[in-house]
């Protein structure tokens, strides 16, 4: 059976992926949920609080977050992004309506 290894484009392509998606903060620290091991979606929750304001919840952690922590936030107006006004209006008609 053959072994996967990747070959230098495709390193260098990953590690531009993955800078977009989990940038890191000043200090070097990644920027993202501490998600447990074996986590399904159906573990997670999200409640928004307020409107820049979310709770995220997955098996007992708890995290408070805003726009600018997701980079959800544009930096140029200071306002969120259509993600996060998509997310905190989409999710809640989710469960005034139910598709089948």
């Not at 977050?65 to 936030?73: C, I, Q, S, T, Y």
Request: glycine share 4%; charged share 25%.
């Amino acid at each position: 059976m053959g072994k996967i290894v990747y070959n230098s484009p495709v390193k260098s392509l990953l590690a531009d992926f993955h800078a977009v998606v989990m940038p890191e903060e000043e200090g070097g620290q990644l920027n993202q949920f501490p998600t447990p091991p074996e986590t399904q979606w159906e573990d997670i929750s999200i409640e928004f609080t307020a409107k820049e304001v979310a709770n995220i919840r997955c098996k007992g952690i708890t995290r408070r977050v805003e726009p600018e922590h997701l980079d959800m936030k544009s930096r140029k107006s200071g306002k969120p992004k259509l993600q996060w006004t998509l997310s905190s209006v989409v999710r809640p008609l989710q469960w005034c309506h139910s598709v089948e």
